[in-house]
């Protein structure tokens, strides 16, 4: 029935700004090994299906679904997660905006949420209702109706532009 | 009451739970990890109905990294559902009857080895033709469910005195049959429990997706057989809930015993298959309804059948699909004055998952079958149906109105609520529109939801207990922190709590932390479900700050000689009266109660610390609203879109406008999946085949529109004078689009009974009557 287990490999992954090797199974999707190896539990599996969006990262800059990539696939790349957004003292303009706007309720999509509008706002500096709602629209939340998340991000884009 | 002093109560605070979730740093149960820690996965039925004629566990249990393999023999626990006369084991014994029950658990070193596992277990079936359809299954056709006893659940007529004289003398009637498919409230967040014996206590620490602590606490205890002191329940961060997350499953019985017989933690992570097969099921309703109306289009009586399936089991302690029968047929009248109705219900247990509660639970079907009568009658008539409505409003000096189904509505703003919807979508202008734009052939539509919402009932199914606990405890450097038993899934408890509470103590609303969710910390509490939380846990964080606050004040009154008459808690402080510049800070007050006990007041106690519970003076307070939809339908393609959106909102005392504000929208944006998108569906063998989500479909930004909202503000008799609003944007959305499709396509003739309406039902309405 089950394929025999494969030996476990060796990958680098430059995480958040840090290069570190991690011995994995091949077959291990980088989401996993975001939350395991790495303790990067903002990464949320909703759907481990591609749909949700909860475990959205960034890749060399674009969203990216972490359910739907073995980690061994991740080598060589720029990873982010929303670990990375801010500082202890003072949270990344989208993450004010989001708090500010009411963008969130119960929390599980928002890390998805977050960086998907930051990788919007690097793209795109002032969107359009219509374009954060088409960037975003791969991201489900369950709670909000999403009204706030879209002010949010068009808050966002006003703060990342004072600076 | 000081003018001047800072209320927080009404304010738009923001929430203090937002920045640990915005870096990702909230705890759910999925990111509980410890050494050792175990991973369960489950091997479920493949049918809907079978007799379990071998399991061969030996494969799975011989793979390197697997620590046990239980069959139900093994588990060797069961939930006894004492009203049904059922007992069901955790793990299914001799029988499955439905797709997805549970049937062996595999523990193992970690998820991808406990799934590998899985695929190991050999399981023979003897497949038996399921029971899928209510109207047979209430013969006991094809067969029974449970071997022995009747496939009725529960059956029930009901009605007013004098029903069969009214509906025969009306002068006009009509029928309709109103149905809404099985829908999934979908949390996207899965269900998940951790369990971790505590090697010092003898005792379990279950971590738990779960709305309340305190009741998912009693039944582990219960199923373990352990003194409830024994089981730890805590509830982390929980990613959403919507009602299916008060409910207690099998695999928590099996992962918590699992970790007791092991010694060892162990986790399960529910994926988002087992979700769409497992977590309770919701909806799937008819009402089969006949009306008696006058001319004047005055509704006289209703009689309703209602059918329900209830799905294989009950859920521990929830009627299931009799609470979905019930509360719908319960709130049918909604807010107009329907003086005699007629009621059945007939409830049968069919080979499909359990049905639970999803927000609103009856609430949305009784709002679908109130405005559908009313469409029905205006349809009938020839009159637009805000006429309708207005014709038949419960009028502002007939409160306390006792409905005809026996619900006693207290003060609400039905009418008004309506004129402001009309207003903000501006009716006339639109009927001009829409005229104007029926000529080129588009087709537009505005729907109607007039609203009631019934909330902070007695009893819920978030736990039996008619009341909510708080207790406060400030420390010794003026701040508080507070403890309830309340179970928050996203509504920002932690920062609504802090403003009522802030708000008595004068204080900022930093310095109050909402601890919930650890039943080692917290007073006993009904949890959240049933729109429950903020009027009977709100009512409870006034009655506690109200008595810590007599203390601090007296206290005071001791420190500034001063009369407890003239002492106001503001800023920090406690100052007196009309005399600016004397007075104290509540810090000081505080090491005062608890350091310097020397210099108390004659026999008061050292301490400030204190327990509040709160039961409110009504067995239920009702929310009120309208909903008012604006969508356009192609009758090319069969699709709706929802153009524009407004919801006049009436919760009484507003705690957090935009806390509520989001809650409206949220609960909207479910109400266009119910009534557009959202259908679980079984195919004639039983066989689910909608368990992802490219097959049960949600809203996504580009679903939803921007929407206005208004509030009404008409005070309940409730401490605080709170009203619940968790469930009535999702009460009043699905009728208001159906109503808006209605409205669209009458020149099609249509008028929308089921939902949710597919793109296929629009071509087949609009190919039929061009036929």
């Not at chain 2, 009027?535 to 008595?547: F, Y």
Request: hydrophobic share 40%; glycine share 10%.
């Amino acid at each position: 029935m089950s394929e025999p287990k494969a030996e476990k490999v060796a990958v680098t992954l430059n995480v958040n700004g840090a290069e570190r090797t991690v011995t994995v199974e091949p077959r291990w999707l980088l989401s996993d090994v975001l939350r395991q190896e790495f303790g990067l539990t903002g990464v949320h599996i909703g759907c481990e299906h591609g749909v949700c969006g909860a475990c959205t990262i960034l890749v060399d800059g674009e969203p990216v679904r972490s359910c739907l990539q073995f980690a061994v696939q991740a080598e060589g790349a720029r990873i982010e997660t929303v670990e990375a957004l801010g500082t202890p003292e003072e949270m990344d303009p989208v993450q004010t905006a989001f708090w500010e706007k009411h963008g969130l309720q119960c929390g599980y999509c928002t890390p998805g949420m977050v960086l998907t509008a930051k990788a919007l706002l690097d793209r795109v500096p002032n969107p359009t209702e219509a374009e954060i709602r088409h960037a975003l629209s791969g991201n489900l939340c369950r709670c909000t109706g999403y009204q706030f998340i879209v002010e949010a991000v068009e808050r966002a884009a006003e703060l990342r532009a004072e600076g | 009451m000081n003018p001047l002093r800072p209320l927080f109560v009404g304010a738009r605070v923001s929430r203090v739970e937002d920045p640990r979730l915005l870096r990702g740093q909230g705890q759910y149960v999925a990111d509980v990890n410890v050494p050792g820690m175990l991973a369960v996965a489950f091997v479920r039925s493949p049918y809907a109905a079978a007799r379990i004629a071998k399991i061969d566990t030996r494969a799975a249990a011989g793979m390197p990294g697997v620590v046990a393999v239980w069959t139900a023999a093994d588990a060797r626990l069961q939930i006894v559902h004492e009203g049904q006369g059922i007992t069901q084991t955790v793990l299914a014994s001799d029988h499955v009857r439905f797709v997805g029950e549970p049937v062996v658990a595999v523990i193992a070193q970690d998820a991808y080895l406990a799934e590998d596992a899985a695929d190991l277990v050999e399981i023979e079936y003897d497949a038996q033709e399921p029971v899928l359809d209510a109207h047979r299954s209430q013969h006991d056709e094809p067969r029974q469910v449970h071997h022995g006893r009747s496939n009725v659940v529960f059956s029930r007529t009901t009605g007013t005195e004098g029903f069969q004289e009214a509906f025969a003398s009306a002068p006009r009637h009509v029928s309709l049959t109103f149905t809404t498919k099985r829908q999934a409230a979908t949390p996207i967040e899965p269900r998940a429990v951790a369990a971790l014996p505590d090697p010092f206590g003898d005792r379990l620490t279950v971590y738990v997706t779960h709305q309340s602590p305190h009741e998912v606490r009693r039944q582990l205890a219960q199923i373990l057989g352990w003194p409830e002191q024994r089981v730890h329940v805590v509830v982390p961060e929980v990613g959403g809930g919507f009602g299916i997350k008060a409910m207690f499953y099998p695999e928590y019985a099996v992962v918590a015993e699992a970790a007791r017989r092991l010694g060892r933690p162990v986790k399960w992570v529910s994926d988002r298959r087992e979700a769409f097969l497992t977590d309770a099921h919701a909806r799937d309703a008819e009402h089969v309804v006949d009306i008696a109306f006058t001319d004047a289009g005055r509704i006289v009586a209703v009689q309703d059948h209602v059918y329900g399936d209830t799905g294989a089991w009950p859920l521990w302690n929830f009627p299931g699909a009799v609470g979905e029968a019930m509360w719908a047929s319960d709130m049918l009248p909604g807010p107009y004055q329907i003086p005699h109705v007629a009621i059945e219900i007939t409830v049968v247990f069919s080979n499909k998952a359990p049905l639970g509660p999803y927000r609103g639970v009856g609430g949305p079907i009784g709002a679908q079958v109130q405005e559908g009568i009313i469409e029905g009658v205006a349809r009938a008539l020839g009159r637009d149906p805000v006429e309708i409505r207005r014709a038949n409003l419960i009028e502002n000096d007939q409160f306390p109105y006792r409905s005809a189904t026996g619900q006693l509505y207290d003060q609400g703003s039905y009418g008004a609520s309506m004129d402001a919807a009309l207003r903000l979508m501006d009716l006339e202008k639109f009927r001009e529109e829409q005229t104007r734009l029926r000529r080129e052939g588009r087709y537009l539509g505005l729907g109607l939801c007039v609203f009631v919402e019934p909330s902070a009932f007695a009893e819920s199914e978030a736990g039996s207990v008619p009341y909510e606990s708080v207790e406060l405890r400030m420390d010794t450097t003026g701040t508080v922190t507070a403890t309830c038993g309340l179970g928050p899934t996203g509504q920002g408890h932690e920062t609504t709590l802090a403003q009522i509470i802030a708000s008595q103590l004068g204080i900022r609303v930093e310095d109050v932390t909402v601890l919930h969710g650890d039943t080692d910390n917290a007073p006993v509490g009904g949890g959240t479900g049933g729109s429950r939380s903020g009027t009977i846990g709100g009512g409870a964080a006034l009655r506690a700050s109200g008595e810590l606050k007599d203390k601090i004040v007296t206290l005071a009154a001791h420190m500034l000689e001063a009369s407890r008459d003239d002492i106001v808690l503001e800023g920090g402080r406690a100052e007196v009266t009309g005399v600016p510049g004397h007075g104290v800070p509540i810090a000081d007050i505080a090491r005062r109660a608890y350091l310097e006990v020397g210099a108390l007041p004659e026999g008061m106690e050292p301490g400030l610390e204190v327990l509040g519970r709160y039961k409110p003076p009504m067995a239920a307070t009702y929310s009120n609203g309208t909903h008012a939809a604006m969508v356009e339908v192609d009758v090319a393609s069969g699709l709706v879109q929802v153009l524009d959106y407004v919801a006049v909102n009436d919760c009484g005392v507003v705690i957090n406008p935009t806390i509520v504000e989001g809650q409206i929208h949220g609960g909207v944006a479910q109400g266009i999946g119910s009534a557009l998108l959202e259908e679980l569906h079984y195919d004639d063998a039983g066989q689910l085949t909608t368990t992802s989500l490219m097959d049960y479909l949600l809203p996504t930004l580009v679903d939803v529109p921007p929407m206005r909202v208004e509030h009404m503000e008409t005070p309940s008799l409730s401490l605080g004078g709170f009203k619940g609003m968790g469930e009535g944007s999702l009460i009043g959305a699905p009728p208001a689009i159906a109503n808006a499709i209605t409205d669209a396509l009458a020149p099609f003739g249509v008028l929308v009974t089921d939902i949710p309406v597919s793109p296929d039902q629009v071509l087949r309405w609009v190919e039929k009557a061009r036929a």
